[in-house]
């Protein structure tokens, strides 16, 4: 069995090549918008096979992230690109403002989406966004792509690129990569904690979190190096009722010190190191369970995606394994979300979503 961990760069290129593929189109039936604008949208009879992000709005509706963006309003599918005004295929995540307006996160951009129209936001930098590092309750935060040095922050007028303050573990992974052909600051993943705190994973430094002061670094070799050489990255991370964070991996949990604002003479977070689920059946206890995504549902559970081997629910006493079936192929999962109903659902890179029933996980079908 092949491990998640090693097929770091596959799941890049991966992720790239499955918005060339080609959907199954059904009729070129297309969404009326109501002010005269170009309508929008095409309904076509499936998803396509590389999913990366799933959401739900507040009116119910889904949206699944493939080659664009799909809606499902529980009747019929719409497919959206670049023809209708969205700036990008590849789909990084999905947000939505109090105000109902969705944001769409891609490798080219942001786009905002008010039922009727896409528009891209202008991003700004450079010297227009310094002492932009604010953290506001209804702030929106993106990544548009991989090789940014920050995340870029949205007020609800602006979109700003900010920068990461150094952190020292740049010294020795310039060292060890003087050519290095990414940046090791570029973010992966972003989660906003239960504290309204935002964390920020990154490619090969580690994770930050941002508490509305300064940024605080946090570094642990498992986290981000492979055990057999390699950089995973920070891919998903997750704060229990506990208080406690999960980080990429089932072997450890982190309590974060309450006190971090106190550590000003540091750009290193304070936290403590603790054991995780201990050993999974079926899993080499001396190999650590790396997981892609993670979410809860309604009952408090953890559910933890790899990348090729399955799904792991944790309830807090034990571990549940679920292997996700495909009589055609190997399901590669990359995407994990609870809608607001609290049912879990699961994206993969080439075998559709998937939704769980109360015992398995069946294929998303409209």
Known sequence: MRHPIRLALLIVFLFIAVFSSCNGQANSVREASNNGLKSLGE???????????????????????????????GKQLTHYNQQDGLCGLSILGIQQDQFGLLYFDTTEGISKFDGTRFTTLEIV???????????????????????????????????????FPHTKQAEPFFAAYPNASYNPYGVYSIYKD????????TSSLGLCMYDGERVYWMFEDELTNTPDGGSFGIRSMFQDANESFWICNTHFRYQVSAQITGAKESEELVYTKGEGVGEIAGHNPEDPLYFMAISEDKNGDLWMVTYDDGVSRYTGTEILRYQIENSQTEVLLFTCYTDNEGVVWLGSHNAGAWSFNGEEFVKFEP
């Open 43 to 73: 309904v076509v009879s499936k998803l396509p096979e590389g999913i990366t992000t799933i959401f739900q709005d507040a009116g119910g509706n889904y949206w699944f992230g493939g080659d664009g963006i799909y809606k499902f309003d």
């Open 194 to 201: 239960r504290a309204g705190k935002m964390w920020f994973g």
């Open 125 to 163: 930098s450079g010297d227009a966004a310094e002492g932009q590092w604010k953290l506001n309750q209804d702030d929106l935060w993106f990544r548009a792509g991989w090789d940014r040095s920050g995340p870029l922050r949205y007020d609800g007028t602006t979109l700003y690129a900010l920068e």
